[in-house]
């Protein structure tokens, strides 16, 4: 019961927020980072009241180290509650690599798109060109973006090795690339066999990788450095 009154409440809040969305649809794209900064208290205030329905005390650490300007943040991957959390919690307008299904909530797919995120199809190789050159475009405009390099969610288990790809978004954009732990956040979902439940959950922010420290550096080998940052705050 408490599971569904939880979906309930965030559909109600999430269609309550239609006359803000429209408000944002008509801000001019020309100057991105002004118009996020007058859109995401939106997102971010929808996230933190519902995971603060499910009872979750969140504990995030190390907010200072995030760069000026946009930036490519890599994240691991625990549970469905990681983008709410990195929403509400993040402090800054940030955009996703989403997978295509969450286009079939008309609301929620209409912020995403006003905060310049990316949708990819997984089963379209092709596509994920174009999904690079659209996160690119995203980062240029000044939205800093979001991805999880290990491509699934872990669901508590060991992190997954990170995939150099993703992370061209932000070699390709010129910006800082910022290790980000999520912990605990499977506790509230995926552990539970899809029912919700409270935890206590961290956020983590780690060194950046800044343009210089990986200009000369191989994909791999900045996956690997990336990878090495996030692992290094898990369980702690």
């Known amino acids: 019961m408490k599971t569904k009154l939880i979906y309930l409440y965030a559909i109600i809040i999430t269609t309550l927020t239609l006359p803000k969305l429209k408000q944002a649809q008509k801000l001019p794209n020309d100057n991105y980072e002004i118009k996020g900064q007058a859109i995401y208290k939106t997102p971010e ?34 549970g469905l509650f990681d983008i709410l959390l990195l929403l509400g919690y993040i402090n800054r307008p940030i955009g996703f690599i989403a997978k295509k299904e969450i286009k079939k909530f008309p609301i929620i797919r209409s912020w995403m798109k006003e905060l310049q995120c990316v949708f990819i199809d997984r089963s ?18 000044g939205q800093s973006m979001v991805i999880f390099p290990e491509g699934t969610r872990s669901k508590g288990g060991p992190i997954v090795p990170f995939k150099s790809g993703s992370l061209r978004l ?3 954009a010129g910006v800082p690339i910022v290790p980000i732990t999520i912990n605990g956040t499977y506790l509230m979902l995926e552990a539970n066999n899809g029912k919700m439940k409270a935890a206590n ?25 990336v990878f090495e940052r996030v692992e290094s705050h898990l369980n702690r």
């Open 45 to 78: 205030s929808i996230s933190r009241r519902v995971i603060k329905k499910t009872g979750t005390a969140v504990t995030v650490h190390g907010l200072e180290k995030i760069p000026e300007g946009p930036v490519l943040f890599a994240s691991n991957h625990q």
């Open 124 to 141: 379209n190789r092709r596509a994920a060109i174009k999904v690079i050159e659209d996160g690119v475009n995203s980062l240029t405009l």
């Open 170 to 172: 932000g070699t390709r």
């Open 201 to 225: 959950v961290s956020l983590t922010v780690g060194e950046p990788l800044m343009p210089e420290d990986y200009r000369d550096l191989k994909s791999q080998k900045i996956a690997d450095i």
